[in-house]
Nanobody, 128 residues
Framework: QVQLVESGGGLVQSGGSLRLSCVVS????????IGWFRQAPGKEREGVGC????????YYATSVKGRFTISRDNAKSTVYLQMNDVRPEDTAIYYC?????????????????????WGQGTQVTVSS
């Protein structure tokens, strides 16, 4: 069973930065594509972005492009979400998810159905 644990959430001021981590309990992280999602109160879960398993290409939602960066360290079985210039509308619970399918574009990235495993989430709150 693959387990994912997010960390790094917290309270940050608008314009600040935060780095989320997703530790994946698997021996071969490079076999999985990893997606980041978020869910604000009263809203549907939204795809933030993802990193592909083979070529490590990344794809992002328009709302975060240029501000957020996803990277992975396969040796540490960890995927990161660097959040810069955060805004109050970024406030949400952030989740990471792992799937063995290729993530060739954002349309696949944002599809929750292709992911096999999910973390429990970490809260990010951005104050104005």
């Amino acid at each position: 069973q693959v387990q994912l644990v997010e960390s790094g959430g917290g309270l940050v001021q608008s314009g600040g930065s935060l780095r989320l981590s997703c530790v994946v309990s698997v021996s071969g992280l490079d076999y999985y594509g990893i997606g980041w999602f978020r869910q604000a109160p009263g809203k549907e879960r939204e795809g933030v972005g993802c990193i592909n398993k083979s070529d490590e290409k990344t794809y992002y939602a328009t709302s975060v492009k240029g501000r957020f960066t996803i990277s992975r360290d396969n040796a540490k079985s960890t995927v990161y979400l660097q959040m810069n210039d955060v805004r109050p509308e970024d406030t949400a619970i952030y989740y990471c998810a792992a799937g063995s399918d290729g993530l060739a574009d954002y349309a696949l990235c944002r599809d929750t159905r292709i992911y096999d495993y999910w973390g429990q989430g970490t809260q990010v709150t951005v104050s104005s």
